[in-house]
């Protein structure tokens, strides 16, 4: 029943998490219950007083509330154990559950960016950071006699909605980038709605989102438009990530803007509205080309697949100006 009940909470605090048995052994013919989601984030095992949930990146999660009460001297785990007829509580554990999420997410993103290949056809991985600081020395294995600079590029999709057309587009956008650019999305759906109450002590999902913008090169901002501006939930992403105040993440990082509606005159005052707020927040922007995309039934797949050859070659000339743009205004990294 204990189980259960973690069971039912770690599932309404983060609707993606995959539940699994693993190692399961004669000793332990049921195996050992395990909810991940970009890595394991616990496992619960059932003992004869009790139930034992280990969170696998615990000790770098905040506990305010003190759930953790057992393996509070090990490495990186912490345990829940929590007695026959105890009770959680409840919104405690919800952040904990997120807050691990999140963990795991940035984690997964670090490592995503730490090793690309430099340069079409090279089979060697090489560290990013490396690569932009050796960019300019000659290779013989590139076409222009010097190694390819790989920028990292994180996009932010305005909607929340899991069928958005512009999360069609993103997918697109990736598709269609040059070798140069490696693009990753930045999620903005879990974030709260932002209050300057959090500047002193932001929440793990903010904490995790302000670090994601940190560690790129530049920001693609992918939009619709609502009432003539922006999602709220893509204002309410901007506001955490321009607080606290001297901490603003957008500072210099070169920025475009594209959006697709179903209107004729597309996101055009969407995008405007975005210059305008991205002025605000010292982010360096790409003026020309401007892409509204007027999206009809079938421009693009789920997969991000570009039915019409003029937008597809469109899409790829704009992806193209971008790296241009960044490779020109991103600021060395050390």
């Known amino acids: ?89 409840a919104l405690a554990f919800d952040r904990l559950i997120k807050a691990a999420v999140a963990s795991k997410l940035l984690h997964r993103e670090r490592e995503r960016w730490k090793w690309r290949r430099v340069g079409k056809g090279d089979g060697r991985a090489k560290n990013v950071d490396t690569a932009r600081r050796t960019a300019h020395h000659p290779d013989p294995h590139s076409k222009e006699g010097q190694a390819m600079t790989q920028y990292r590029i994180g996009y932010l999709v305005g909607s929340l909605a899991a069928g958005s057309i512009n999360r069609k587009l993103a997918k697109a956008l990736v598709k269609l980038a040059p070798p140069e650019l490696t693009l990753a999305e930045i999620p903005i759906r879990d974030l709260p709605l932002y209050s300057y109450d959090y500047d002193a002590d932001y929440p793990p999902v903010a904490r995790a989102f302000k670090q994601a913008l940190d560690d790129v090169d530049g920001v693609l901002f992918i939009t619709p438009e609502y009432n003539r501006s922006i999602p709220g939930g893509l204002k309410n992403a901007i506001d955490w990530a321009s607080r606290p105040f001297r901490h603003n993440s957008f500072a210099k990082k070169p920025a475009a803007t594209i959006g697709a509606s179903p209107g004729a005159i ?20 790409m003026t020309a080309p401007e892409a509204y995309i007027h999206f009809t039934p079938g421009l693009i797949s789920d997969e991000g697949d570009v039915a019409n050859t003029g937008s597809e070659d469109f899409l790829r000339s704009f992806m193209k100006a971008y790296a241009q743009f960044v490779a020109k205004m991103a600021p060395p990294r050390p």
């Open 1 to 89: 029943e204990t189980l259960a009940q973690l069971r039912m909470l770690i599932h309404q605090a983060d609707p993606d998490v995959v539940e699994s048995v693993k190692w399961a052994k004669p000793s332990n013919p049921s195996g050992v219950p395990t909810w991940e989601h970009a890595g394991i984030l616990c496992t619960g095992e059932i003992y004869k007083n009790y139930v034992k949930l280990t969170f696998a990146c615990g000790a770098a999660l905040d506990d305010p509330a003190g759930l953790f009460n057992a393996g509070l001297g090990g490495g990186t785990r912490r345990a829940i154990d929590l007695r026959e007829g105890e009770q959680i509580d």
């Open 266 to 285: 597309s996101t055009a005052l969407a995008q405007q509205h975005l210059r305008a707020i991205l002025a605000a927040c010292d982010c360096p922007q």
